[in-house]
């Protein structure tokens, strides 16, 4: 997480900016803090705007880049300094980088109150109009004493006092990932315009054949008059005969499947019975919309994955498929198809047991498998603790909250080993207790 932090003071030395560089220094793990120096903003004279000066416009800059902001505030006559309240001015008046930003607030001071009464006083200034920042309510950190606070290598003396700091600023990076969320963008949730029933139509969908019909290859082939047996069929890298291109596609080591741009499932590759298949399909199933292929609770997640690979936030998506014990690693790969001009065709989902490669890989190089003590998926059956209680759809394998950010690629999947008795899924059909 990317912090600034402002020290309310221009003094050559400042105890204040001392206590920004020791959060910055000692808790580098949990933020990124940059300081930023106010020794050059010139005093706040709206009749001679400086908005535009590269002070200003510094300052300005790196606080709207920045996720939240620290300041620390020292304590002049019962307020804060003149310096500070200038700059706060030049931020609020023809430019508004505070504005939603979310702010933490510290303060050191010569005596026992730790700059308490200018930290409440600030508080007052950054919310209103025209600064409108979002101050963390309460979490305060008051520094008192603070001569006696650092040691030489400016580090805080007292561990509890860095025990209590350390708290404040946990507490303050959770509040700015729940302001940043709620100032960010709506969700996205134009996934839901994802047709899974195949209504639309792209310029291959074969009209007039009636999807759910169980001889729906047939009557397409029929109606297309498409190439078939020993016709032979131009590629842009060859030409096979139909013939060849099913010997060549049912012998590949993988399951393949081909759902058109209209979301409609229209190919996979004959390498196996339904019932040897890690993806069981048979071929009444050809022909279906994708609607048809996925157990009603998965609906949601393929609408995202589909959507993804539709609008190209990614053009490739990896789900393990949990259920198949240390013998097999079953993984389904979503890869969107784009034509010459790059425009979206479809997905060409193939399925595949990585284990045998990972086991040759590890054969010939001499390696075992080893578990890596601080993994969060468990080495065999890459369950992570997480999924372990929301029950992956073992269909399509996505799991409640595997969808749709590119899910753990380890773990994906539950690790549950009883049985998941899935709905058949049309398309993959996958069950991880058939193989
Ligand atoms: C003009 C002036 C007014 C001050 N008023 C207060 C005050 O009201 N309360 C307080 O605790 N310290 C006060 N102090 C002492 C500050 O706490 C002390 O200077 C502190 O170091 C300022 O923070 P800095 O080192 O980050 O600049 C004042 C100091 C100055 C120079």
């Known amino acids: 997480?990317?912090?600034?932090?402002?020290?309310?003071?221009?003094?050559?030395?400042?105890?204040?900016?001392?206590?920004?560089?020791?959060?910055?220094?000692?808790?580098?793990?949990?933020?990124?803090?940059?300081?930023?120096?106010?020794?050059?903003?010139?005093?706040?004279?709206?009749?001679?705007?400086?908005?535009?000066?590269?002070?200003?416009?510094?300052?300005?800059?790196?606080?709207?880049?920045?996720?939240?902001?620290?300041?620390?505030?020292?304590?002049?006559?019962?307020?804060?300094?003149?310096?500070?309240?200038?700059?706060?001015?030049?931020?609020?008046?023809?430019?508004?980088?505070?504005?939603?930003?979310?702010?933490?607030?510290?303060?050191?001071?010569?005596?026992?109150?730790?700059?308490?009464?200018?930290?409440?006083?600030?508080?007052?200034?950054?919310?209103?109009?025209?600064?409108?920042?979002?101050?963390?309510?309460?979490?305060?950190?008051?520094?008192?004493?603070?001569?006696?606070?650092?040691?030489?290598?400016?580090?805080?003396?007292?561990?509890?006092?860095?025990?209590?700091?350390?708290?404040?600023?946990?507490?303050?990076?959770?509040?700015?990932?729940?302001?940043?969320?709620?100032?960010?963008?709506?969700?996205?949730?134009?996934?839901?315009?994802?047709?899974?029933?195949?209504?639309?139509?792209?310029?291959?969908?074969?009209?007039?054949?009636?999807?759910?019909?169980?001889?729906?290859?047939?009557?397409?082939a029929a109606k297309t008059n498409a190439a078939t047996g020993d016709d032979y069929v131009k590629l842009d890298r060859g030409v096979l005969t139909v013939n060849q291109l099913n010997y060549f596609l049912n012998s590949m080591p993988m399951e393949l499947t081909y759902a058109d741009a209209n979301n409609q499932f229209i190919y996979y590759n004959h390498n196996a019975e339904a019932k040897d298949m890690m993806a069981a399909r048979t071929p009444a199933q050809a022909g279906n919309p994708m609607a048809d292929c996925h157990p009603k609770r998965a609906i949601p997640h393929v609408q995202q994955v589909i959507h993804m690979l539709r609008t190209g936030k990614t053009d490739l998506f990896k789900l393990p498929v949990p259920g198949n014990g240390p013998e097999k690693y079953i993984m389904h790969y979503y890869q969107a198809m784009h034509d010459a001009k790059g425009d979206y065709k479809g997905i060409n989902e193939f399925v595949l047991d990585i284990l045998p490669i990972v086991k040759y890989y590890l054969a010939h190089t001499g390696q075992v498998l080893a578990k890596d003590p601080n993994a969060k998926a468990d080495a065999i059956s890459g369950a992570s603790a997480k999924s372990a209680d929301t029950k992956p759809d073992s269909v399509s394998g996505a799991s409640a909250d595997a969808v749709p950010e590119q899910p753990d690629e380890v773990s994906g999947a539950s690790a549950d080993p009883e049985p998941v008795e899935p709905e058949v899924d049309s398309i993959s059909g996958a069950s991880g207790n058939d193989n």
């Open 1 to 220: 997480m990317k912090l600034v932090g402002i020290a309310g003071s221009v003094a050559d030395k400042s105890y204040n900016r001392l206590l920004l560089k020791f959060i910055a220094t000692h808790f580098s793990d949990t933020v990124d803090v940059e300081i930023l120096d106010i020794q050059d903003v010139p005093m706040f004279n709206q009749s001679d705007d400086q908005t535009d000066s590269d002070a200003v416009q510094y300052l300005s800059h790196k606080i709207k880049q920045a996720d939240g902001v620290i300041i620390a505030t020292p304590e002049h006559n019962h307020t804060i300094t003149a310096a500070l309240k200038s700059v706060i001015e030049w931020l609020s008046f023809k430019i508004h980088p505070l504005s939603g930003k979310p702010v933490m607030i510290v303060g050191a001071s010569y005596y026992d109150q730790g700059s308490s009464r200018a930290q409440l006083n600030l508080r007052q200034i950054l919310e209103s109009p025209g600064v409108d920042a979002i101050v963390m309510p309460g979490n305060e950190f008051l520094l008192g004493e603070v001569k006696e606070a650092f040691d030489d290598q400016h580090n805080l003396k007292d561990a509890r006092t860095v025990s209590f700091l350390k708290e404040t600023l946990e507490k303050f990076v959770k509040f700015v990932k729940v302001i940043n969320t709620m100032n960010g963008p709506a969700e996205d949730d134009s996934w839901k315009s994802e047709d899974l029933e195949a209504h639309g139509k792209v310029e291959t969908t074969i009209e007039g054949v009636n999807m759910h019909a169980a001889d729906w290859v047939e009557q397409a």
